[in-house]
């Protein structure tokens, strides 16, 4: 199976940021999870006919939910509460790449859902290599290779429906283009 490789990796000052504010970082996390659950469940409507997809996306998407359902009870321990959707600018900046047309664009939403997976699995891992708090660094790091696995699902139906040599070099082109995007996020307590 090919690799995601991610180019760059998320900075000290980042990793500072969250822990400075890691309350609205739970926030976002929440959110982010919430929105990958329904993501998934996007790829199962839009592709019914695809069984293995279908399958497997359904379990990926129950997965995130319960994610999700972990955040949202670590945010309840401290007193948060979930706050009105906002666009993410990594998300929305990823999708604007997906190209139109029917293989091209299923093609591209896999690899770019892969690509999303890739960052969180990183930002995760550096994450859970600063926390302090024992149940956090667990939980973090337990996240990070869930992300793994899923950014590995992606490319794995990326080569299951398409040539593998097809799937490599859009997925390098991925690589670049979520490499420039990464570059230009803000500095903020968020998954991205």
């Known amino acids: 199976m090919t690799e ?6 998320s900075s000290d000052a980042w990793v500072d940021c969250v ?3 890691f309350d609205q970082f739970l926030i976002d996390h929440a959110a982010n999870e ?3 659950s329904a993501m998934a469940m996007s790829l199962v409507a839009h592709y019914p006919d695809k069984q293995t997809l279908v399958t497997r996306l359904i379990d990926l998407a129950l997965e995130e939910m319960n994610h999700f359902r972990q955040v949202i009870r670590l945010m309840q321990e401290r007193d948060l ?3 009105p959707d906002e666009k993410d600018p990594y998300v929305n900046q990823m999708r604007s790449h997906v190209k139109k047309g029917s293989d091209e664009y299923f093609l591209d939403r896999l ?5 999303i997976e890739a960052r969180g699995e990183e930002r995760f891992r550096r994450l859970a290599d600063r926390l302090e708090d024992k149940k956090l660094k667990s939980f973090y ?6 992300e793994q696995g899923h950014h590995e699902l992606f490319v794995d139906l ?5 040539d593998k040599e097809l799937v490599s070099k859009r997925l390098a082109e991925w690589v670049d283009i979520e490499d420039v995007i990464f570059q230009q996020l803000p500095l903020k307590s968020r998954v991205h």
């Open 81 to 83: 509460t979930m706050t």
């Open 34 to 36: 919430r929105k990958a």
């Open 4 to 9: 995601v490789i991610l180019k760059n990796s």
């Open 19 to 21: 822990l400075e504010d």
């Open 141 to 146: 790091t337990i996240l990070a290779n869930s």
């Open 158 to 162: 990326s080569e299951r429906y398409f």
């Open 111 to 115: 690899l770019s859902a892969a690509l």
